[in-house]
């Protein structure tokens, strides 16, 4: 299944984006959830996962503490809070129904990615 990510879109430093995460024709609830990004020029790189139930939650060092991985299964989505965006944070955003944070090196079923642009 892919699941696809929205909610992208250009804000300045220091300003928050919470993305969200679907399935299509299934529901997100069904797998534990973790969102990635490809900065320009760059590999995609794991960003936070969830578990299928929610109680296991792991983010990346360089988000701890600005980003939330969360879900809402009544809504079968998945959201990512990122708070006091940095320009580095640039990136398209994938979320993927896949939490651990090699599954760049080998997952294949992108779903599509929504950007976030960070100015300065």
């Known amino acids: 299944v892919q699941l696809q990510a929205s909610g992208g879109g250009l804000v300045q430093a220091g300003d928050s984006l919470r993305l969200s995460c679907t399935a299509s024709?299934?529901?997100?609830?069904?797998?534990?959830v973790g969102w990635f990004r490809q900065p320009p020029g760059k590999e995609r790189q794991f960003v936070a996962s969830?578990?299928?139930?929610?109680?296991?939650?792991s983010c990346a060092v360089s988000v701890k503490g600005r980003f939330t991985i969360s879900r809402d299964s009544a809504k079968n989505t998945v959201y990512l809070q990122m708070n006091n965006l940095k320009p580095e944070d640039t990136a398209i955003y994938y979320c993927?129904?896949?939490?651990?944070?090699?599954?760049?090196?080998?997952?294949?079923?992108w779903g599509q990615g929504t950007q976030v642009t960070v100015s300065s």
């Open positions: 993927a129904p896949n939490s651990d944070p090699r599954a760049p090196s080998y997952f294949d079923s």
């Open positions: 969830i578990s299928r139930a929610g109680g296991a939650t």
């Open positions: 024709g299934r529901t997100a609830s069904s797998y534990p």
